[in-house]
């Protein structure tokens, strides 16, 4: 028969200086690395962050507002060049084209006046026509010239009448029709060449096709009729406006 074995039990005794002594020994080591930690912060504070040197500062600082200035200046010069350099293509532009007017204008008066030149009367050299805006008027400019009577202008009156179509059928316009309340005519007075320019109201609805001048010089100076087609007058270049 097997007997069962009996417990054991260990006794200690209660030591409540030794509890006490751990306690505080925990506390201590706490307390000392609060210590330390605090210690740490507080060295760290007294040592000196390194900053920019202001005088140096100081310089970097003069030398980036010079920079900014000579760029100020060197942007204000390049627009001035631009646009200098476009008034001058602008006016390059306009005196070749009113040189070559001139040569057209010189072209034109040296045939009329030349010796070579063959000696004609009264005579309508062009005609141009362009529409005033937002109108049913148009600006007509005629050309007459003569070279007969080298030594005596030309003078007298000129009327123009306008063929077209209106409704589906053709109608003639004649200067009263065109001009009220100036029947007499356009007047003119020239030795070589005279533009003569005036203005005219198409009825609405007119499609025009053609335009004729009629031009007459007092004192027997010739009478002159001639036609040109609308879309010619429209292209026509414009001569210059010299009397002579």
Excluded at 135 to 146: D, E, F, I, P, Y
Excluded at 215 to 231: C, D, K, L, T, Y
């Amino acid at each position: 028969m097997s007997s069962s074995a009996s417990p054991r039990f260990i006794v200690q005794p209660h030591d409540p200086a030794a509890a006490r002594r751990r306690l505080l020994l925990l506390l201590a080591v706490w307390l000392a690395t609060l210590a330390l930690a605090v210690l740490g912060g507080w060295l760290l504070s007294r040592v000196p962050v390194s900053g920019p040197d202001p005088v140096e500062f100081a310089r970097l600082r003069s030398e980036n507002e010079q920079l900014k200035q000579r760029v100020a200046v060197l942007e204000r010069a390049d627009q001035v060049d631009k646009v200098a350099s476009s008034d001058l293509q602008q006016t390059l532009r306009e005196r070749e084209e009113e040189i070559a007017g001139l040569r057209t204008d010189l072209g034109f008066y040296a045939r009329l006046v030349g010796g070579g030149a063959r000696r004609e009367g009264l005579a309508v050299h062009s005609v141009h026509v362009e529409p005033v805006k937002d109108s049913r008027a148009w600006n007509v400019v005629v050309t007459l010239t003569q070279n007969m009577k080298r030594s005596q202008s030309s003078e007298g009156r000129l009327q123009i009448a306008i063929e077209g179509v209106a409704n589906g059928q053709l109608r003639n316009l004649s200067w009263n029709d065109l001009a009220a309340g100036d029947s007499a005519g356009l007047p003119f007075s020239f030795k070589y060449f005279q533009r003569v320019s005036g203005t005219v109201m198409l009825p609405a609805g007119f499609s025009p096709n053609r335009i004729k001048v009629v031009a007459e010089a007092s004192g027997g100076g010739g009478r002159v009729e001639q036609g040109f087609a609308w879309s010619e007058a429209q292209a026509a270049e414009e001569s210059s406006n010299v009397q002579q």
